[in-house]
């Protein structure tokens, strides 16, 4: 059972590009989110799928953009990267109800 | 007042003793609680739900007090294994927004 799976692991990007980070979790979990972990800071929503087809923006999201492709992938895309958006990006799931929140393994982020 | 706060530490213990966590949180309409544990530059992982009557899961002991609005974490006979760093976990009834505490940092030494 792999849980939530996302890719890439690391990415290093130069300003101004574009990319999308992968999340699929395979527990038919209804609920997905987007959080970025930077250093003192603690975990931050950025966005959040309460169920496949609706996406609502958390505490952090300005510069990204999801996609709730159906209900095992939610997807976060940066159109143009920028140096303030380098941290680490965890895609998490959780069932109906919340019974505890399951995290992939995070994607390493730099923007140069 | 932030929503859910802990003592960023470091709680620094030997082998063999016992250390508690607290974390406090602001909206009393909270209802479910969870402690997580993140290992360095790894992703957090549930370390256990947090009911109202407290439970207990081998070494770790995690106790709800509505009245005083924080959640505790004990953890006895601790091991070198046990560090990393704690977070804890609020949500509000209905609600499908988790908020994160931004957590405690144990080292456990010899």
């Known amino acids: 059972n792999a849980g939530v799976t996302q890719t890439p692991k690391f990415q290093v990007l130069k300003t101004g590009q574009s990319m999308t980070l992968q999340c699929a979790q395979d527990?038919?979990?209804?609920?997905m989110y987007w959080y970025r972990q930077d250093p003192g800071m603690g975990l931050r929503l950025i966005y959040y799928?309460?169920?496949?087809?609706?996406?609502d923006k958390g505490e952090v999201p300005n510069g990204y953009n999801v996609s709730r492709l159906n209900k095992r992938e939610f997807s976060l895309r940066l159109e143009s990267a920028a140096p303030s958006q380098t941290s680490v990006y965890f895609c998490?799931?959780?069932?109906?109800?919340?019974?505890?929140?399951?995290f992939g393994s995070g994607t390493r982020l730099t923007v140069v | 007042r932030k929503e859910v706060e802990q003592d960023p530490g470091p709680f620094n213990v030997p082998e063999g003793a016992t250390v508690a966590f607290n974390c406090t949180y602001s909206n009393s309409a909270s209802q479910s609680f969870f402690w997580y544990r993140q290992d360095c530059r790894k992703e957090p992982k549930l370390l256990m739900s947090v009911y109202s009557s407290g439970n207990e899961d081998g070494r770790f002991t995690a106790q709800l007090n509505r009245a005083s609005q924080y959640i505790s974490l004990l953890i006895r006979d601790s091991k070198l294994s046990d560090s990393a760093t704690y977070l804890c976990v609020v949500k509000l009834g209905g609600s499908y927004i988790p908020t994160f505490g931004r957590g405690t940092s144990l080292i456990v030494h010899p």
């Open positions: 998490a799931s959780s069932e109906e109800g919340g019974l505890g929140y399951t």
């Open positions: 799928s309460a169920s496949e087809g609706t996406t």
């Open positions: 527990m038919n979990h209804n609920s």
